[in-house]
């Protein structure tokens, strides 16, 4: 990936400006919300450089990563999350959100034999979300952010923009049913005693999807 | 169970490292589109000139297994991620530049599989997919190979101390 046909400028302080950057399978979402106040939504990785495409972006404007103040990972898919604890890592101002079911008891022991990454080629979407929690606990910024449906998330203040209005983050999904739906599904993964070892197969349905509505309110 | 068709049998794929080629090329057409590469027998490949040398008894699938060498171009690890009707879809990692690890799909037809992978054909299940060239008796014939990984089973102690780390991290988790 090349940075060549995107602007290196920054936005204006009194611009909301969403850049998508992915190879149009799993994408990173990465919003400017005023006045050099950014989110980030979901996490992939540079083919070429390995590095987390937010974080190059940021450099490649010449903006500071820790003026991120909301990372949001919609769902733990590989292609959604692959970079994610590097991400975090780096913004150090980041509130971090995702679905409840997400650091559940009961899915990180579905997932948890499944983390093993140095078994099989390829990344594993369950080791990146382990290493996520990891940095959340190490860094002392517990508590999560819980994505639910019609939940505010963030509230900017107009006088803390320089646009002048209200900048608001919220989630719209998942929803209880399909936090429901999510776990008989994440039910059928649990590992028997001596069963033959796999890999995680990947998730035919999105059940935890987090929606995020990005509003500017008079 | 699928169906394999007659043909499916020839075109030579076999097993736990060991391969067999049909007395014509195992050659495949492939094609990429997107992320997706699709691969089919070549037409002259699957044709009534083709014709299988079958070995009749051990001493002599022995015998043909000596002269048989594969030479991988390029190989790939591959995860079961879908099972259709009549073909599977593998997400496959390039071996030869594994440090990426970035994943393409790749759509194989059952029919590229001998019998015995089908108990091993789950969603999760691990494969190596290489191309190359098989030479027979001295002939080198394009052709290309799908082996299973036999996987060990997951232990006691595996799945106790899994459930052990998952319990510790939940309870490092809060929420607002």
Known sequence: MTWGTLSQKQPDADQLEITLIGPGQGECCIAHLGSGRWIIIDSCRNRQTRHPVALEYFEYICAQANSVILIIATHWHDDHISGLADTLRACTEAKFCCSSALSSREFLATVAPYKERLLFAGDSGVSELFEVLHELDES????????????????????????????EIWTLSPSDAQIDDFYLEIGKLVPKLRETKRRLPSQKTNLLSVVTLVARVN | MPNLTTSSKQQGFDFEGTFS?????????????????????SANNSGSGSQEVVPKTASEQESKRARTIFLPLQEWEGTVTRLLEDAFIGAMVDLSEREKGFQDEVEFPLSDLPFDALPLLK??????????????????????????RRMPAWTKRELETAARYASDLSKSVTWE
């Open chain 1, 140 to 167: 002392g910024r517990m508590p999560i952010m819980r994505a639910a449906p019609d939940r505010r998330v963030v509230q900017l203040a107009p006088s803390s923009l320089a646009h002048g209005y209200s900048c």
């Open chain 2, 21 to 41: 080629v049909p007395a014509r090329a195992a050659s495949c057409d492939i094609s990429r589109s997107a992320n997706v590469v699709s691969i089919a027998p």
């Open chain 2, 123 to 148: 969603e999760g299940a691990i494969f190596r997919w290489s191309i190359g060239y098989a030479i027979v008796d001295g002939t080198r014939c394009r052709a290309s190979k799908i082996v299973f």
